[in-house]
């Protein structure tokens, strides 16, 4: 078993190296790791270093029970913590507002200051923390945070109609290729005939750009080329030893999957750059394989929901149907991690560093840490637990 010195070392190493953004100025000095921390000292010490780079795509990715499930999530809307999902904590219920941590106000608690404070990260406060005061219908009450057993993650894919005009699917993520292969199958008739389609982004982990790719036929009405659409971009790769290793590994575990031809031709054309470019560093990446979205006249309009959970594919989905004529992005901005991509794993038992491997010139629209931002903006108040205020605005906006 390694010790704690060793993974930190190796870490370092990537984030010196390997990783996108290695060239960012970081003073990888004050941050010190021993063998004797805590797991959980370990790996608070882990997230603040990863911190210090300011990148969205970069995470530690915790495997066993060190950080917990405290069995429900929040949003802060002002100086209050609303309880947006209860599952495990029978003891919340949707709607309540926690007033403070630990005896300590919301408004006082310093968290993540350079974030805005309705995109900061309060889920790894709650998890160090002992209680909470929660108001509920009943008063104010104090709660000792319990933990639960985590729950696997199931992903979403589903579809439904909204009116006799209107069609909304929800996905969140582009893990697999087969699931929304299998939605746009099922519903071809229906998205050939209705008026609006809403696509639902504002919960999308990510996951590999062309497993999204059949979702853009829908959103042009024209057919367009992925060349053309990134004609004006610039972004680079880092090819050293470890990176094109492991980029290697994740495409060959990708084509184990039931993918169309042009999806195995684009991977393809990308292990052979890899095998082309190993141990050179960064090397700019021209978009010489090609993807072709037909474009469709029906639906005529599409409306993109986004919100700060939108990251990864998502992203760059969302990123692509902004420049499509048809297309309205309503909601708030996304997560903002497309100035780095390609992220790899790299193992260390119960923990994983998620690194992105590529970066988008300087000068890209793209390289902001500050999300897509939609062409319609609907702030998120406690009114969307009772309703879903953006649904209802592009319901509205259709009548």
Known sequence: MRTKE??????????????????????????????????????????HYIAAFEDAQLSIQVKNDVRPNIGFSVRRYKNEL???????????????RI???????????SHEEHIPTDRQQWQRVLQRANAITVLQRTGSVK?????YRRKPYQPIYEARMMTDQCFYMKLTDFGESEPLQQLLMTHRDTLAQVAYLI??????????????YPLLDYVFDASQS???????????????????????????????EPLDEATVRALDHEMFEIEQHRGQGFVEVKQEA???????HMPKKVYVLTDMYCTGAGESFVALAKKSSKVTVVGRPTRGTMATFNVVAANFG??????????MDENSVFATNEGLQPDIYVPWTPAHLIEDQDIQFVLNAIK
Not at 350 to 359: G, K, R
Request: with cysteine; proline share 3%; net charge negative.
């Open 6 to 47: 060793s993974v930190f070392q190796e870490i370092q190493h990537i984030l010196k190296y390997d990783y996108a953004g290695c060239r960012k100025p970081i003073d990888h000095a004050k941050f010190v790791v021993t063998n004797d921390m805590s797991d959980e000292d370990f790996i608070q010490l882990l997230e």
């Open 82 to 96: 609303y309880v947006i999902e209860a599952s495990e904590e029978t003891r919340l219920h949707v709607g309540d």
């Open 99 to 109: 007033i403070a941590i630990d005896d300590v106000p919301i408004a006082d608690i």
């Open 143 to 147: 709660i000792v945070l319990t933990q």
């Open 199 to 212: 696509v639902d982004m504002r919960q999308n982990y990510g996951g590999n750009d062309v497993y999204m």
């Open 226 to 256: 992925l060349k053309a659409l990134y004609a004006e971009e610039v972004e680079y790769t880092n090819y050293t030893p470890r990176n094109c290793q492991l980029l290697l590994q994740m495409y060959d575990d990708y084509l184990r």
């Open 290 to 296: 090609d993807v072709l979205f037909e474009g469709v």
């Open 350 to 359: 119960d923990i994983a560093l998620c690194y992105p491997v590529s970066i």
